[in-house]
């Protein structure tokens, strides 16, 4: 591996790498005990240190600008979402007074200062960023954010007309007074509370009223050509500031101020009292946009005794208040790298690749009969696991298809040949996951398609979500009958096959097949939990299994014997796993964690965790990729799942974990999916002991990017 040193990329690299950063205790490691709390790093902190590297993309001049300014509106979302889940589920422990803390015994309300306190400085460096760095930027390329005070008459004039002909028509001012209380405020939707003068025709005189956003109406408009350019854009927000005081005639706006509420929006379905997944899921749906409050998001021009009413009106302190220098809805700036077309500006365009001899051969079936085919998205293409399905929905000889759905995305393929198998008269079953979250309505839309065409619909277990990716293909071939089958690391999904690193692999192997078809039994049918030949499976054996892997390695070190663990993932958090490896650390096996997000475990504490190196890779493509290998005195055991290494995914999810035993796509697994990211030396982020990250630069190799050399190795 190229030697690398650990500089911050970006300016204050060091400040911000050790905000969220404790001080990490060194032991003595003759008495050292690896469940020692202080050895965790805790979840919801480990959260904002991710989003703090995804910003920092943000600032990366390699990076072309377009994508610079998606990476702030990822980071902008992602801290939506933590708002939405992570601080809504924190505060209810608050509120009913609930004595539990973290898994390193941080009580919730202990949490929750230190989540304000990081969450601040992430929140006020997107800022900055926006518009210090990106705004400037943008105008040096021609492209212009136009602000109300630099609008030129022609400007104002076509602002105007669009105000009338567009939004007038669709805004509704609320008043407020005794007939008009105060709204109910709908999730992370876009609002305007207006300090009015003077009196209405009915002599009221409130001096507020609140106006909501259109939720139709685009956020960012592009002015036309002749007023300025091709890419001249104005804001939502700014045209109804211009033109509010026209919602109120008679009367005199002072002031106009932005606001946005973020809500608890975790859905709560309680497995002892569920008759109807899908109607108990249905009715929670409504419930999301009107939660508790969770955050308040003012424009900073904002004065103290309005921001300290919304406050009262929603039920908040001014802790959760967050005063913000532009727009409240940071994320919806992702529409302006749409509207502008300059490929220049963006990643470059590829075309991932095709297995020559899936190119070669229109049967999916005798492809995959002819050996294995394992897909390395999205440097190869997803066009083969639709093509797998789709001939599976036509073929006369497929006698049925059974699969999981997770997330699947709109007008999907897939499921456009499920349905079109099931009208065929093929038993087609689908597990449909209703609680993937964020994508509830989308799921429960979908359940209800596919049994309109007779599809046989099943939700999974109560109590468990379904996260294993599989597809199984029954098929009649002379006199035997014969299953293929498809698992992956992702969802089935054809937008992000373009944009995760995930893998699939196809087979027609039995014990794989025959193991698939015992998972869905599972799913769909009641019985007893049989043993399984190949795969590993939550909430069953992965965990322990692993635990067993780990401990062959530790006592392959004991032994004087090489001992190596190389794990890639999306978040490490269970303590048990953690444990295994700090003892595994102790006994000289190398470890080396590829971790894209979170990271509760601490690498490089002398005794506890020295032969542990932890690294995450953030780049164009997001990482999630699942991928164990044990090195077993040279066997070396290469295994893919749909799970992370957390509790969630061990204990309360339906997961899969599947060997790749074939040596040439082992080998390429190995190659491409492990030891090329533990070369990258560009777009790597190493982990410190005290849980704050650096960028890796390389010292005396060349740059090296494991995304870019798959891209030049895999895609055409």
Same mark, same amino acid.
């Given at each position: ?33 690896? /469940? ?23 600032? !990366? ?6 994508? +610079? ?74 492209? /212009? ?14 602002? #105007? ?50 106006? *909501?956003?259109?939720?139709? @109406? ?33 009367? #005199?706006?002072?002031? =106009? ?5 973020? /809500? ?23 419930? /999301? ?12 021009? =904002? ?59 229109? !049967?999916?079936?005798?492809?995959? +009969?002819? !050996? ?39 007008? @999907? ?37 596919? *049994? ?22 029954? +098929? ?57 030949? +190949? ?8 965990? #322990? ?39 595994? $650390?102790?006994?000289?096996? #190398? ?17 506890? @965790? ?5 690294? $995450? ?15 077993? =005195? ?54 410190? $002991? ?27």
């Amino acid at each position: 591996m190229n030697k690398t040193s650990t500089e911050p990329s970006a300016p204050n690299g060091d400040v911000a790498a050790n905000e969220n950063a404790t001080a990490t205790p060194t032991p003595n490691t003759a008495t050292v005990d690896i /469940r020692n709390t202080d050895f965790l790093v805790n979840r919801e902190l480990a959260v904002l240190e991710f989003n703090r590297r995804v910003l920092a993309q943000a600032l !990366d001049e390699t990076v072309p600008l377009l994508e +610079r300014l998606r990476f702030l509106c990822i980071c902008s979302t992602n801290l939506d979402e933590f708002f939405e889940i992570r601080v809504g589920g924190i505060k209810q422990q608050v509120r009913y007074a609930s004595p539990q803390s973290s898994q390193d015994n941080i009580t919730p309300n202990e949490l929750l200062a230190r989540i304000n306190q990081v969450a601040r400085t992430l929140v006020t460096e997107q800022y900055r960023i926006l518009n210090e760095v990106l705004i400037p930027a943008l105008k040096h390329e021609n492209i /212009r954010i136009i602000r109300r005070d630099h609008w030129n008459e022609k400007q104002a004039a076509w602002i #105007k007309r669009y105000f009338n002909a567009e939004l007038l028509p669709v805004l509704t001012p609320i008043g407020l007074d005794p007939a008009h209380p105060f709204p109910r405020i709908l999730n992370k939707s876009l609002h305007f509370i207006v300090a009015l003068e003077g009196k209405d025709a009915f002599g009221r005189d409130s001096g507020l009223a609140v106006v *909501q956003a259109p939720r139709s @109406s685009p956020r960012i408009i592009r002015l036309p050509k002749e007023y300025g350019g091709p890419n001249n854009f104005i804001f939502l927000s700014s045209i109804i500031h211009a033109h509010v005081g026209d919602l109120f005639p008679g009367m #005199k706006s002072t002031g =106009c101020y932005q606001f946005r509420v973020t /809500r608890n929006s975790d859905l709560f379905v309680d497995p002892e009292d569920v008759d109807d997944l899908l109607r108990a899921v249905e009715g929670e749906l409504n419930s /999301r946009h009107y939660g508790d409050a969770v955050r308040l998001e003012v424009a900073d021009n =904002c004065p103290p005794q309005i921001a300290q009413f919304l406050l009262r009106q929603i039920h908040l302190a001014t802790d959760d208040l967050f005063q913000v220098h532009g727009l409240v809805n940071l994320n919806r700036l992702s529409a302006l790298i749409d509207l502008v077309d300059r490929p220049d500006l963006k990643y470059p365009p590829f075309t991932p690749s095709v297995p020559l001899r899936v190119r070669n051969n229109d !049967d999916m079936f005798e492809v995959i +009969r002819s !050996d294995d085919v394992l897909l390395h998205h999205p440097f190869e293409s997803f066009t083969p696991v639709v093509d797998f399905i789709r001939q599976a929905a036509r073929d006369p000889q497929v006698l049925a298809i059974k699969q999981s759905l997770y997330r699947t995305g709109p007008e @999907s393929s897939i499921v456009q040949a499920l349905m079109e198998a099931a009208r065929l008269g093929k038993e087609v079953t689908v597990v449909v996951e209703l609680r993937a979250r964020f994508d509830e309505a989308a799921n429960v839309d979908l359940a209800h398609q596919l *049994q309109r065409v007779g599809a046989h619909v099943v939700y999974g277990v109560v109590g468990y979500k379904t996260h294993a990716k599989l597809a199984l293909v029954v +098929r009649r071939e002379g006199r035997r009958i014969r299953r293929y089958a498809h698992l992956g690391t992702g969802n089935y999904h054809a937008r992000t096959a373009r944009l995760y690193t995930d893998y699939g692999l196809l087979t027609c192997d039995d014990f794989i097949c025959e193991d698939v078809h015992k998972v869905f039994q599972q799913l769909t049918g009641l019985g007893k939990a049989t043993k399984l030949k +190949r795969l590993l499976q939550s909430p069953f054996t992965l965990h #322990k299994t692993m635990l067993e892997l780990i401990k062959q390695e530790i006592e392959f070190a004991a032994a004087g014997k090489p001992a190596r663990i190389i794990a890639k993932m999306n978040s490490l958090v269970e303590p048990q796993i953690i444990q295994a490896l700090y003892e595994a $650390s102790r006994a000289g096996v #190398k470890i080396d964690l590829i971790v894209r997000g979170v990271c509760c475990l601490r690498p490089g504490i002398p005794g506890v @965790s020295d032969n542990i190196h932890v690294r $995450s890779i953030i780049g164009r493509f997001l990482e999630h990729t699942r991928v164990f290998y044990f090195y077993r =005195c040279g066997e070396e055991l290469v295994y893919c799942s749909s799970a992370d290494w957390m509790e969630r995914n061990f204990f309360r999810r339906v997961e899969v974990c599947f060997p790749i035993e074939n040596k040439r796509h082992k080998d390429r697994v190995i190659k491409f999916g492990l030891m090329a990211y533990l070369a990258d030396n560009t777009q790597a982020w190493l982990m410190q $002991s005290d849980g704050s990250y650096k960028r890796a630069r390389s010292s005396t190799a060349k740059p090296r990017s494991a995304q870019a050399e798959l891209l030049l190795k895999l895609a055409d």
